[in-house]
């Protein structure tokens, strides 16, 4: 699967409601799809910088990990029903999370949307 | 313009406490007697009951429940957590039904609200015409931690509208589905949670469908299938298990069809109240 995560910082910068969302959230998030891994530094709802896998014992405030099926599916151009959202996935099993899940849940509109952003040039 | 509804406050005794609960009524003839779905209020029904296919025919009736809009929690709240009970619930909806003078009212419920019917329908059947369950089901798998909901480092009010976002069709209007989440942004801290507690766990009503005489109180059940909380297959297998029951699948509609695209819900919700009508 290709993932455009390295335009994930001026897609973000470029989407008002995410900077409002997104206020105040401070994280390094791991992104982990299948084999792949990313490691985005997030400050003020920015990313800062993106960092691509593998990677040895990283250390992250909160990790998200995607079954590779399921996450296809969300990225769909026209999700399938029950597949149109980040906690649609968490509901099917295909969105795992560890770590600090405080920032994840105050800033859940931000975790959608910004994730949401990955649809356009991502490819099977 | 003034819309044909009306907002009066009712006092009334519930599990012995008084309460001072908010109603909006539109429309004369059956009494449908409508319930909202855990974390919001009787805003969600604000588009049926100005239709006025339906208001010529069923006296339409939304109530906040308690701790939810414009219905405050009993006095002594802040002594305790909010946890809303399967007992409660159906108490609750029967009190009002008593204190508005009812006749046998057709009720229809969402979410928690499309799950509790069950319960109306097993308990006081021959106290309803029948019941109309929208994205209903006897149970739901809990998916995430609830205490996510209720946390001082969290804004409630976002992360509660955050959460159900999703359950909302991505084909829905765009206006009608951010006023939906605008209801849960305004939610009282702890109180979704505290539906939650009868949603995703003390309410498991599996063990009461085979009680359901449909026969005396009929069961139609009514399920978008962009729901992934109260999945299609859900709702599948609760009629299943209720000889009798009817249920229908509705493609492109959410978990809050009657807030969310009021339009397309109609279609399938105008039969079903028209054989209610034709019943007397």
Redesign the interface.
């Known amino acids: 699967m290709i993932l455009p995560v390295e335009s994930l910082p001026a897609r973000i910068a470029a989407t008002p409601a995410l900077r409002r969302?997104g206020r105040y959230l401070d994280a390094d998030v791991l992104l982990e799809v299948g084999a792949a891994a990313w490691l985005l530094t997030v400050r003020d709802g920015q990313v800062l910088a993106v960092r691509r896998g593998p990677f040895v014992l990283p250390s992250f405030t909160l990790a998200l990990r995607l079954d590779p099926a399921g996450f296809a599916r969300f990225l769909a151009a026209d999700?399938p029903?029950?597949w149109?959202?980040?906690?649609?996935l968490?509901?099917?099993g295909a969105l795992k999370l560890e770590g600090d899940?405080?920032p994840f849940?105050?800033h859940?509109?931000w975790f959608?949307g910004a994730l949401a952003l990955l649809r356009e040039g991502a490819k099977p | 313009m003034i819309e044909p509804i009306t907002g009066r406050y009712l006092r009334l005794a519930l599990e012995g406490r008084p309460h001072r609960l908010y109603f909006e009524e539109a429309g004369q003839g059956i009494p449908l007697l409508l319930l909202h779905t855990a974390g919001s209020d009787g805003r969600q029904w604000r588009d049926l009951l100005n239709d006025a296919e339906v208001t010529a025919r069923f006296r339409c009736i939304a109530f906040d429940m308690p701790w939810h809009g414009k219905s405050s929690p009993p006095e002594g709240w802040q002594e305790e957590e909010y946890r809303l009970t399967t007992a409660a619930y159906t108490g609750m909806v029967m009190a009002v039904a008593r204190a508005l003078e009812l006749d046998r009212p057709v009720v229809m419920g969402c979410s928690i609200g499309g799950r509790i019917v069950l319960d109306l329908a097993a308990e006081h059947a021959d106290a309803l015409r029948g019941v109309i369950g929208l994205q209903g089901s006897a149970f739901v798998e809990p998916?995430?931690?609830t205490a996510?909901l209720h946390?001082p480092?969290?804004?409630g009010g976002?992360?509660c509208?955050?959460?159900v976002?999703?359950?909302v069709?991505?084909r829905s209007p765009e206006a009608a589905r951010w006023e939906t989440l605008w209801h849960y942004m305004q939610g009282g801290p702890g109180v979704f949670k505290g539906d939650l507690h009868f949603y995703k766990g003390e309410g498991d009503l599996r063990p009461k469908l085979a009680r359901i005489d449909t026969a005396r109180c009929p069961v139609v059940l009514l399920t978008g299938?962009?729901d992934?909380?109260c999945?299609p297959e859900d709702t599948l297998a609760t009629a299943e298990a209720i000889p009798g029951a009817r249920a229908t699948i509705m493609?492109g509609l959410g978990h809050f069809p009657m807030s969310e695209d009021y339009a397309s819900l109609r279609r399938y919700l105008l039969p079903v109240l028209e054989e209610f009508a034709e019943q007397g």
Do not use: C, N, Q
């Not at chain 1, 149109?84 to 649609?88: P, T």
């Open positions: 969302w999700p029903p029950g149109h959202d980040l906690m649609a968490r509901r099917h899940l405080v849940f105050a859940l509109f959608k | 998916y995430y931690d996510m946390h480092r969290i804004h976002e992360t509208a955050a959460i976002s999703g359950l069709s991505p299938d962009y992934y909380s999945r493609p």
